[in-house]
């Protein structure tokens, strides 16, 4: 399978604790965006890099989130001293080109209990 | 906030063809309309993108009206897989964070 991967699918943890999801897009794909997703709404924005350069991160992504992709490859999303209000779907697209046609992961659900 | 408005449902009997509209009356002249679509539990699918002509592919059909105020999804023959939620968003050509609304809760009906 060449789409977009993500992992883990699911992950539970306690608040307070730091957890790190990783994507692994698309191998020619020079973009690669995080979102988040929770119940009944659409996907928000998190943040969006090219390559290895972070361009740009949302109002969202509060100090305790953040995204790392070091050799434009694959990138983790890290999320310290987790709350409840951060169980969500996490989801990782990735895109090449000149028009933007994002491909989606099938996203990692976290629960903070 | 959305650059697009949907309405929040629709139901389709199977078989038929599915109609979905979008307004996006503030689109500008280098805006894509992009259309994705989510199964449950899963990620975003890409379907369609169109700039002002008419646009067709092996999972749906693009009209996009003259002035570009609004289009439709088509999905020619609706089945109970295409139960999903559309969204229809608007993008520049360059990048352009893509923002998501609700979009559209499609029920195929057997």
């Known amino acids: 399978d060449t789409g977009v991967s993500q992992d883990p699918r699911h992950k539970i943890t306690k608040r307070g604790q730091n957890v790190t999801f990783r994507c692994d897009p698309i191998?020619?794909?020079?973009?690669l965006y995080w979102y988040r997703q929770t119940l009944g709404q659409g996907p928000e924005f998190l943040t969006y890099?090219?390559?290895?350069?972070?361009?740009?991160k949302s109002r969202l992504l509060s100090d305790r989130f953040s995204a790392e992709r070091p050799k434009g490859s694959f990138s983790t999303l890290e999320i310290q001293r987790t709350e409840q209000g951060d169980s969500a779907m996490y989801l990782c697209?990735?895109?090449?080109?000149?028009?933007?046609?994002?491909?989606f992961g099938p996203g990692t659900r976290l629960l903070v209990l | 906030d959305a650059k697009t408005t949907q309405p929040t449902s629709m139901d389709c009997a199977e078989g038929r063809a599915a109609n979905l509209p979008c307004n996006h009356s503030?689109?500008?002249?280098?805006?894509?309309v992009y259309w994705y679509r989510q199964i449950h539990s899963q990620g975003p699918q890409y379907i369609i993108h169109?700039?002002?002509n008419n646009e067709t592919n092996e999972m749906a059909s693009l009209i996009i009206t003259e002035d570009r105020k609004s289009s439709t999804l088509i999905l020619p023959h609706a089945t109970l897989r295409d139960t999903a939620v559309y969204y229809c968003?608007?993008?520049?050509?360059?990048?352009?964070?893509?923002?998501f609304g609700p979009g559209t809760s499609l029920s195929v009906i057997p």
């Open positions: 697209a990735s895109s090449f080109g000149r028009v933007e046609t994002q491909y």
């Open positions: 191998s020619e794909h020079n973009r």
């Open positions: 890099f090219q390559n290895e350069a972070q361009l740009e």
């Open positions: 503030t689109i500008s002249g280098n805006e894509y």
């Open positions: 169109g700039l002002k």
């Open positions: 968003i608007v993008v520049k050509t360059s990048y352009d964070k893509v923002i």
